[in-house]
């Protein structure tokens, strides 16, 4: 079963819209190494998992529960980046004085942002190629997989430091930054995994191997250990940490599994876009939105009081809320 904390793993950057590295940002996304690969390759493997040794699964299985974050991240992160794109580079509003309001998808970035998806994220990598579920490797064999994981971590982590030697975007970077340190974080667990299994890595890792912190976003969030942490997003118990403990196979501090999750920012919903005949809903359909979601409310509370006492706690989070 899983349960959702609707926000978002890691803040956002404010800044202004770029097209260009949205489009970057889709390999992170629906790449061949992307974020939509690592979670589908991790969640294969786990339900799959076979035999005794469920520390491993349980590995396996965190670092995939974390990648759904990752997608809702980074997917988020195009969103804002294309949100407005028609004013990018601070031309007018779109439309106006006669101008051409999506001219802006013929000039970079790729068309089918503002053709297809009104300005939102797809499941593509950044040449527009379609998400395939072919780069999912699940062999079943424990150690195959272990290396293979550890193979796309690095590969990701690589192609992220690129992508953020290309862009000077904050709202980018933030997220960049994020998953670089996360990335270095994953292959960790993995290597440590490895390790555990009799691999001595010596002065391999982490790949790609550079004085990360000379970036002040990842530099901070290495400051705070993320790099080091491995949390396990479970309600129940988990044996990683039987696992992911000791030193760091990259060899730069001690290993730890929180015993909470992160705890996120808020999900801000983005604005209509008109120009992409995206809007919201007329004033009439509003009002019965509202009224549907008041009347959710009510219904949500009086299916609280016909549960077991000990539902008691949740009811009042959701009279909170």
């Not at 028609?86 to 101008?99: R, V």
């Not at 490797?137 to 290309?166: F, H, P, V």
């Not at 005949?277 to 509202?290: K, N, R, T, V």
Request: hydrophobic share 35%; proline share 5%; aromatic share 8%.
């Amino acid at each position: 079963m899983y349960f959702c904390n609707q926000k978002l793993i890691n803040e956002i950057a404010e800044d202004g819209p770029d097209p260009h590295a949205a489009n970057a940002l889709q390999e992170g996304l629906g790449g061949q190494f992307g974020e939509m690969r690592t979670f589908n390759q991790y969640f294969f493997q786990s339900m799959n998992f076979r035999g005794k040794a469920t520390a491993y699964r349980d590995l396996i299985h965190a670092v995939a529960v974390e990648e759904i974050s990752h997608m809702e991240l980074i997917g988020t992160t195009i969103n804002r980046l294309l949100d407005g794109a028609p004013g990018f580079e601070g031309k007018s509003t779109p439309g106006a004085k006669g101008t051409t309001p999506l001219e802006v998808a013929f000039k970079g970035g790729n068309i089918h942002h503002f053709l297809v998806s009104a300005q939102g994220a797809m499941p593509i990598d950044s040449a527009g190629n379609p998400w395939s579920g072919s780069y999912v490797y699940a062999s079943g064999n424990l150690c195959l997989d272990l290396l293979y994981n550890l193979m796309l971590e690095c590969t990701g982590r690589l192609q992220k430091c690129r992508i953020y030697e290309m862009t000077k975007n904050r709202t980018a970077r933030s997220t960049i930054a994020y998953l670089i340190v996360r990335d270095h974080a994953h292959e960790n667990v993995f290597a440590k995994a490895l390790e555990s299994l009799g691999v001595d890595w010596g002065k391999i890792l982490p790949i790609p191997s550079f004085d990360a912190t000379k970036w002040p976003e990842v530099n901070q969030l290495m400051k705070e250990g993320l790099h080091l942490q491995q949390y396990h997003f479970r309600l129940d118990n988990s044996e990683l940490a039987a696992i992911f403990n000791g030193k760091s196979p990259s060899g730069d501090g001690e290993l730890s599994v929180p015993d909470e999750a992160p705890i996120g920012v808020p999900i801000r919903s983005a604005a209509e876009r008109l120009e992409e005949f995206s809007p919201g809903l007329s004033p009439e359909l509003q009002e019965l939105a509202d009224a549907a979601k008041s009347l959710m409310g009510t219904s949500a509370l009086a299916a609280f009081d016909d549960q077991k006492p000990t539902r008691k706690k949740s009811r009042e989070k959701v009279r909170l809320k």
